[in-house]
């Protein structure tokens, strides 16, 4: 019954290889994202699809790709690992537009050895 | 650049007060203003949302909202050592279309 769900939770990996996260919602939400949680706790946005179109894409490195196969799915790719990449990523979804809230996922620490 | 300021704590109160917490914006054109909780190792819950100038009430929770001061606040009365968590102030510009923009969080104790 989980809304929005992400795989894996944990993920332990070196620096320089490629993953990815895969998210899903069964919200029947139109826009979903993803956050960053730096180790301040700082949450950032990434990324937003909606319609399976990119809306925006901050200042993040390309090495970060993110997917979008249909509307209840948005997966993230990362290539070349660094340490800085090491995070909390979360997935996120929104209903319809404007001001409604986004549901979080219960988020992927990834640390990279 | 699109800010939010929440002081970062800890914020201490004892069992039973009221906890206030606040958050500051820089966007005038924010519409939506949200308060999130998280739980250490947990993801944001969505507490509160608030669209107007003025309050809103939900239970324990009440959010205030003052456009022209640039301000959103959050009260939890009668607090519970179960509301000890970091709470996250976060608003939206224009349509929305962009993610939200967190604040730093503000971290909530509740002294038993």
């Known amino acids: 019954d989980t809304a929005v769900s992400q795989t894996p939770k944990y993920l332990v990996t070196q620096m320089g290889n490629d993953k990815s996260i895969k998210c899903e919602q069964n919200?029947?939400?139109?826009?979903m994202y993803w956050y960053k949680q730096d180790s301040k706790k700082f949450l950032k946005i990434m990324f937003s699809y909606n319609n399976k179109e990119l809306i925006i894409n901050e200042t993040v490195p390309n090495r970060f790709s993110p997917k979008s196969p249909d509307k209840a799915h948005l997966n993230l790719h990362i290539n070349s690992l660094e340490l800085g990449d090491s995070a909390v990523y979360f997935c996120?979804?929104?209903?319809?537009?404007?001001?409604?809230?986004?549901?979080f996922g219960d988020g992927t620490r990834l640390s990279i050895l | 650049q699109k800010e939010v300021e929440q002081n970062s704590g800890p914020l201490s109160v004892p069992e039973g007060a009221i906890a206030s917490l606040n958050c500051t914006y820089s966007d005038r054109g924010s519409q939506s203003f949200f308060w999130y909780r998280q739980y250490s190792g947990k993801s944001p819950e969505l507490i509160m949302s608030i669209y107007s100038n003025g309050d809103k009430e939900d239970g324990r929770f009440t959010a205030q909202l003052n456009k022209a001061s640039q301000y959103v606040s959050l009260l939890i009365r009668d607090s519970q050592p179960s509301d000890s968590a970091t709470y996250l102030c976060?608003?939206?510009?224009?349509?929305?279309?962009?993610?939200?923009?967190f604040g730093k969080g503000t971290h909530l104790i509740i002294q038993p």
């Open positions: 996120a979804s929104r209903a319809g537009s404007g001001n409604q809230p986004q549901h």
């Open positions: 919200l029947g939400h139109d826009t």
């Open positions: 976060a608003g939206y510009s224009g349509g929305g279309a962009d993610g939200l923009t």
